[in-house]
């Protein structure tokens, strides 16, 4: 789903995944990063971010994980930019004053530890309506908001106002469908609960911020999906990043009987305990491969001479210029 919105950062809220969790979509070509409560507490929130594998491999930090509620990410841009994302997922109406307040505190903390330079964007179910009072809050609420501002979104736009920030659903004209992202269970009425925020002086870079109605997202939230102006600053190539020599497979029958004992060691060697599946799979694939390459050995490339193929032409062509015989013209 989310290649076919071509989403290159998606963040995630409400994942209930247990303590730090990383792991790559097979076949999907995302990487998720997914932080929740420890242990065996109560999993009722949980945050995260999903990346294109491809642009993961890129990243000079992976995301970090405040808490249950709060995952950063920093990217670096081009011209010696950066810019910090902040994956959340605020707590609902039915909580406790104490966890609201304690989640804006921690959120506040966050936002005042990024560096000033940084662009700064908010993506995340903030469980909260801002209303339409554009006056009230300028700056920080467009004139095309949605629905009544409750006191969940008041503690919202009072931090967007501390920090200059700038909630972007609200700054574009189009239909509420494209706006409302929440649909109550009850009364099924749609509502905007989700939001894209930036610093204010960087509302230039948003293009649109709208819902993607057709997207299946398993859920009573629609997909909210934001085009930004922001380039990534791609790591150069080193040594390290040739592709590796490929084995001979020519060889491989018959030398089966090698090949079999020679990883039985290599394996045997290998055998030690690992604290995470990562390492336990970075073992097992040296292994393998350091056995498949002492057994069958590399393919030699061969590149083939443009000049051996056509030489006679070229002498051909090379007696024809020197021939003194020719007419000038």
């Given at each position: 789903?989310l290649s076919q919105?071509q989403v290159?950062?998606a963040?995630l809220?409400?994942t209930r995944?247990?303590g730090?969790?990383q792991?790559?979509?097979v076949?999907?070509?995302y990487?998720?990063?997914c932080i929740g409560?420890?242990?065996?507490?109560p999993?009722?929130?949980?945050v995260g971010?999903?990346?294109?594998?491809?642009l993961a491999?890129?990243?000079d930090?992976?995301?970090?994980?405040?808490n249950d509620?709060l995952?950063?990410?920093r990217?670096?841009?081009?011209?010696?930019?950066?810019?910090t994302i902040?994956?959340?997922?605020?707590?609902?109406?039915?909580?406790?004053?104490?966890?609201?307040e304690a989640?804006?505190?921690d959120?506040n903390r966050?936002?005042?530890?990024v560096?000033?330079?940084?662009k700064?964007?908010?993506?995340?179910d903030?469980?909260?309506?801002?209303?339409?009072d554009h006056?009230?809050?300028p700056?920080?609420l467009?004139?095309?908001?949605?629905?009544?501002c409750?006191?969940?979104g008041?503690?919202l736009?009072?931090?967007c106002?501390?920090h200059?920030l700038?909630i972007t659903?609200?700054i574009?004209?189009?239909a509420?469908?494209?706006?409302?992202n929440?649909?109550h269970?009850?009364?099924r009425?749609?509502h905007?609960l989700?939001?894209?925020?930036?610093?204010?002086?960087?509302?230039?870079?948003?293009?649109i911020?709208?819902c993607m109605r057709g997207?299946e997202c398993?859920?009573?939230?629609r997909?909210l999906r934001s085009?930004?102006?922001?380039?990534l600053?791609?790591?150069?190539?080193?040594?390290?990043d040739?592709?590796?020599?490929?084995l001979n497979?020519?060889?491989?029958?018959p030398?089966?009987?090698?090949?079999?004992?020679s990883?039985q060691?290599?394996?045997?060697?290998a055998?030690q305990e690992?604290?995470?599946?990562?390492?336990k799979?970075?073992?097992?694939?040296?292994a393998v491969?350091?056995?498949?390459?002492?057994t069958?050995g590399?393919?030699?490339?061969?590149?083939?001479?443009w000049?051996?193929?056509?030489e006679?032409?070229?002498?051909k062509?090379?007696?024809?210029?020197?021939d003194?015989?020719?007419?000038s013209c």
């Amino acid at each position: 789903m989310l290649s076919q919105y071509q989403v290159d950062i998606a963040a995630l809220s409400e994942t209930r995944f247990a303590g730090k969790t990383q792991f790559e979509e097979v076949g999907g070509g995302y990487t998720f990063y997914c932080i929740g409560q420890p242990g065996d507490d109560p999993r009722i929130s949980g945050v995260g971010f999903a990346i294109r594998t491809k642009l993961a491999r890129q990243l000079d930090s992976l995301p970090c994980g405040i808490n249950d509620r709060l995952m950063t990410l920093r990217l670096k841009l081009t011209k010696d930019c950066f810019a910090t994302i902040i994956s959340t997922y605020a707590p609902t109406m039915a909580n406790p004053d104490e966890t609201k307040e304690a989640f804006y505190e921690d959120l506040n903390r966050v936002v005042s530890e990024v560096n000033s330079r940084d662009k700064l964007i908010f993506l995340g179910d903030f469980n909260g309506q801002v209303g339409v009072d554009h006056s009230s809050w300028p700056n920080v609420l467009g004139r095309h908001g949605t629905g009544k501002c409750n006191s969940n979104g008041l503690m919202l736009l009072s931090l967007c106002a501390q920090h200059q920030l700038n909630i972007t659903n609200t700054i574009f004209q189009q239909a509420d469908k494209f706006k409302n992202n929440w649909m109550h269970p009850r009364s099924r009425q749609w509502h905007m609960l989700d939001y894209v925020i930036v610093r204010q002086r960087d509302r230039c870079d948003v293009h649109i911020t709208c819902c993607m109605r057709g997207a299946e997202c398993r859920s009573a939230h629609r997909l909210l999906r934001s085009k930004m102006n922001i380039q990534l600053a791609l790591k150069k190539k080193t040594a390290r990043d040739k592709p590796l020599r490929k084995l001979n497979i020519a060889q491989l029958i018959p030398n089966k009987e090698a090949l079999q004992q020679s990883l039985q060691e290599s394996l045997s060697n290998a055998e030690q305990e690992h604290d995470s599946l990562e390492d336990k799979w970075r073992s097992f694939h040296e292994a393998v491969f350091s056995a498949a390459a002492d057994t069958l050995g590399f393919v030699d490339r061969k590149h083939q001479d443009w000049f051996d193929e056509n030489e006679a032409d070229m002498k051909k062509l090379i007696e024809k210029l020197h021939d003194p015989q020719r007419s000038s013209c």
